[in-house]
């Protein structure tokens, strides 16, 4: 009686085992056709570790899967920026080659050459400061980039930083409305970077905005906020969201004086310096916010 028993456990065994291995075998198979494109692993039977193994499989497709999406992603990424850089750099490159050709010829006048030195001193310096923003772009996003973080006044630096553009806004006749609270908190922050954020966005105003720009900066609760408003009728809500991104200027032109970067490094020093950045369109108006924490 007990040999019966022993055979119908072998065998139960052995049945359980033959299906199994089918089970293992199905799955393999499965694997295998779907080298070449992902589909979620099956199974005949329902044994418990064999299910556990076919799911375990399937989000290891999944993870992979994710992977190789956010890596096209990079490189067309790369792509893209290598391409935009290389334009950037090479159109303020190809003006002063032009103009160092012209100086040399012996046809030109004194004053000629005088005003040809002088716009290859400004396409140099636009050279110059297209390679500063690629560098601190690049330091910021791998982390490299260091922050020295002090006590600020940000009602100073953003004063200073407007009188910088004093020249500007006459010459493109933009009428700056300022409204700025008095005795305004200081703030931890980089000086520096602070910097290069209000000089950026007083930039892009500049450039793309037309008639007025409203620069605010207001006390609200444990906040500083700053606004930066500039009349942009040429800007749709898309461009508002697509801003702060990489080499985006809003338009397929690109020229020496628009590269696209100057809002992206805004955003990466406002990021760094742990502030909170928003844009949105109201009636025409681009309106870029900053809201910074007082501690």
């Known amino acids: 009686m007990v040999i019966y028993i022993l055979i119908i456990i072998i065998i139960i065994l052995l049945a359980f085992i033959i299906l199994m291995l089918k089970?293992?075998?199905?799955?393999s198979a499965q694997i295998k056709d779907n080298l070449?494109?992902?589909k979620n692993l099956k199974t005949k039977t329902s044994f418990k570790y064999i299910?556990?193994?076919a799911s375990n499989i399937n989000l290891l497709y999944e993870e992979n899967?994710?992977?190789n999406i956010k890596s096209k992603n990079i490189e067309e990424e790369l792509k893209t920026s290598i391409t935009n850089m290389s334009h950037d750099l090479r159109t303020p490159l190809t003006s002063i080659i032009g103009y160092m050709q012209l100086i040399k010829s012996d046809t030109i006048s004194h004053s000629d050459k005088n005003e040809y030195i002088s716009i290859i001193e400004k396409r140099t310096k636009t050279l110059q400061n297209l390679i500063n923003n690629f560098y601190d772009l690049s330091r910021i996003q791998s982390d490299e980039y260091k922050f020295n973080f002090e006590k600020v006044n940000i009602q100073d630096v953003l004063c200073e930083n407007i009188a910088l553009f004093y020249n500007d806004f006459i010459v493109k006749n933009i009428e700056p409305i300022i409204d700025i609270d008095d005795n305004m908190d200081s703030i931890i922050s980089d000086k520096n970077a602070l910097n290069r954020i209000f000089s950026n966005l007083i930039n892009n105003s500049l450039k793309y905005g037309e008639k007025y720009i409203k620069i605010s900066l207001k006390k609200e609760n444990?906040?500083?906020i700053s606004e930066f408003i500039n009349y942009a009728p040429s800007l749709k809500e898309d461009d508002c969201l697509k801003i702060f991104n990489r080499f985006y200027t809003g338009n397929n032109s690109r020229t020496n004086e628009t590269t696209g970067i100057g809002l992206s490094i805004v955003k990466s020093f406002t990021?760094?310096?742990?502030a909170s950045l928003y844009s949105s369109m109201e009636n025409h108006n681009l309106k870029i916010t900053i809201k910074w924490k007082l501690y």
């Open 23 to 27: 089970d293992l075998k199905y799955i």
């Open 36 to 38: 070449s494109e992902y």
């Open 51 to 53: 299910d556990e193994l």
């Open 65 to 67: 899967q994710k992977i």
């Open 222 to 224: 444990n906040y500083i």
């Open 271 to 274: 990021k760094g310096l742990g």
